[in-house]
Antibody, heavy 123, light 112 residues
Framework: QVHLVESGGGVVQPGGSLRLSCAASGFTFSSFGMHWVRQAPGKGPQWVTFIRFDGNNKFYADSVKGRFTISRDNSKNTLYLQMNSLRAEDTAVYYC????????????????WGQGALVTVSS | QSVLTQPPSVSAAPGQKVTISCSGS????????VSWYQQLPGTAPKLLIY???KRPSGIPDRFSGSKSGTSATLGITGLQTGDEADYYCGAWDSSLSALSYVFGNGTKVTVL
């Protein structure tokens, strides 16, 4: 059974940094691309970033490009999101999601979601 | 403002049917697969429909999806109280210089 568990959320001041982690289990982590999707309070989901199964290709939403970095450690079955220069509008629940395609070169869709980690950017 | 447009809410009595529309453009729905996600209160979204009309294992056939041109539709038949949730459509968008995934603004389903 696929299990995705996010951690590292919290309260941070504007301009600050935070790193989220996502521990994956129940599937061959190194064979699947992974995403981060966020959801601001009372709003719909917003895709943030994708990393290919081998870490060799990454895509970012324009709103986070240059500030956020996605990475993965396939030896630890863990996905990361380094968030720098945080803004109030980055406040959201951040979900780690698994991509459907096996060793896909490009992203496909999100077939499993974690329970989310809340990030609050406030002074 | 979402790239994909959905009605804010739909409602029906138990056992009835509801449909949710999702309108986009040629850069997203018109040339890419549509997925639908169900978000029950206080939980993470869950995949309901992929590749326009396919259901993952475990999703009952009361849920169906279709696509025509730049629009997609989610149908729910035999409505149950447990279906009360927010529903989101989504698709990849290739209109900008980079690839991005876009979601609809969401539709709240209420069982009367």
């Amino acid at each position: 059974q696929v299990h995705l568990v996010e951690s590292g959320g919290g309260v941070v001041q504007p301009g600050g940094s935070l790193r989220l982690s996502c521990a994956a289990s129940g599937f061959t982590f190194s064979s699947f691309g992974m995403h981060w999707v966020r959801q601001a309070p009372g709003k719909g989901p917003q895709w943030v970033t994708f990393i290919r199964f081998d870490g060799n290709n990454k895509f970012y939403a324009d709103s986070v490009k240059g500030r956020f970095t996605i990475s993965r450690d396939n030896s630890k079955n863990t996905l990361y999101l380094q968030m720098n220069s945080l803004r109030a509008e980055d406040t959201a629940v951040y979900y780690c999601t698994k991509d459907r395609a096996v060793q896909g070169a490009i992203p496909y869709y999100f077939d499993y979601w974690g329970q989310g980690a809340l990030v609050t950017v406030s002074s | 403002q979402s790239v994909l447009t959905q009605p804010p809410s739909v409602s029906a009595a138990p056992g009835q049917k509801v449909t949710i529309s999702c309108s986009g453009s040629s850069s997203n729905i018109g040339n890419n697969y549509v997925s639908w996600y169900q978000q029950l209160p206080g939980t993470a979204p869950k995949l309901l429909i992929y590749e326009n009309n396919k259901r993952p294992s475990g999703i009952p056939d009361r849920f169906s999806g279709s696509k025509s041109g730049t629009s997609a539709t989610l149908g729910i038949t035999g409505l149950q109280t447990g279906d009360e949730a927010d529903y989101y459509c989504g698709a990849w968008d290739s209109s900008l210089s980079a690839l991005s995934y876009v979601f609809g603004n969401g539709t709240k389903v209420t069982v009367l």
